[in-house]
């Protein structure tokens, strides 16, 4: 189970969900998981260098607090 945005009103909203909580749009089983896949291709990239620069901070703290002397 992951979310995504409504494709009617563009909140967030289950995948898998039969329909949308926020405007109460009907979809197709499917329809969400194709679009949630289609999001995640076009913000995949963005998202992936938005972790990688996390990652290298939280690793750079870490290094700074084991070089300290105890
Ligand atoms: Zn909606």
């Given at each position: 189970?992951?979310?995504?945005?409504?494709?009617?009103?563009?909140?967030r909203?289950?995948?898998?969900?039969?329909?949308?909580?926020n405007?109460f749009?009907?979809?197709?089983p499917?329809l969400?998981?194709a679009?949630?896949?289609?999001e995640?291709?076009?913000?995949?990239?963005?998202?992936?260098?938005?972790f990688l620069s996390?990652?290298?901070?939280?690793?750079?703290?870490?290094l700074?607090?084991?070089?300290?002397?105890?």
């Amino acid at each position: 189970m992951s979310l995504t945005q409504c494709p009617n009103c563009s909140r967030r909203c289950f995948t898998d969900a039969a329909y949308c909580p926020n405007c109460f749009q009907t979809f197709r089983p499917g329809l969400l998981q194709a679009f949630a896949v289609a999001e995640e291709k076009a913000f995949g990239v963005k998202t992936n260098a938005l972790f990688l620069s996390l990652f290298m901070i939280w690793l750079a703290v870490l290094l700074f607090f084991q070089l300290q002397p105890h």
